[in-house]
């Protein structure tokens, strides 16, 4: 049963820090890219951040310079690294494994708000 559980996420004034992390069970976690996607109230669910299995990353432009994802393949989990956050961050985060042409996995999400 393959399981993606995030972790994380809180309440946070603008300009500060969270790191989210996504731990991966059931899935040779090694092969597939994972992601970070956002969906905040009334919006679409967006992509904030990719890394592929060997590394290469890719960001949305709303989050370039400000935001960081990384992996660590021993511990089969893939952490987001917030930094200098706006209330326009506010959403529910969600993890994300991809395997293409296979389906994704989801997480169940964690809640970010960016608020004074």
């Known amino acids: 049963q393959v399981q993606l559980v995030e972790s994380g996420g809180g309440l946070v004034q603008p300009g500060g820090s969270l790191r989210l992390s996504c731990a991966a069970s059931?899935?040779?976690?090694?092969?597939?890219?994972m992601g970070w996607y956002r969906q905040a109230p009334g919006a679409q669910r967006e992509l904030v951040a990719v890394i592929t299995r060997t590394g290469i990353t890719n960001y949305a432009d709303s989050v370039k310079g400000r935001f960081i994802i990384s992996r660590d393949n021993a511990k089969n989990t893939v952490y987001l690294q917030m930094n200098s956050l706006k209330p326009e961050d506010t959403a529910v985060y969600y993890c994300n494994a991809n395997f293409s042409p296979a389906p994704s996995y989801w997480g169940q999400g964690t809640q970010v708000t960016v608020s004074s």
């Open positions: 059931g899935i040779a976690f090694s092969v597939f890219a």
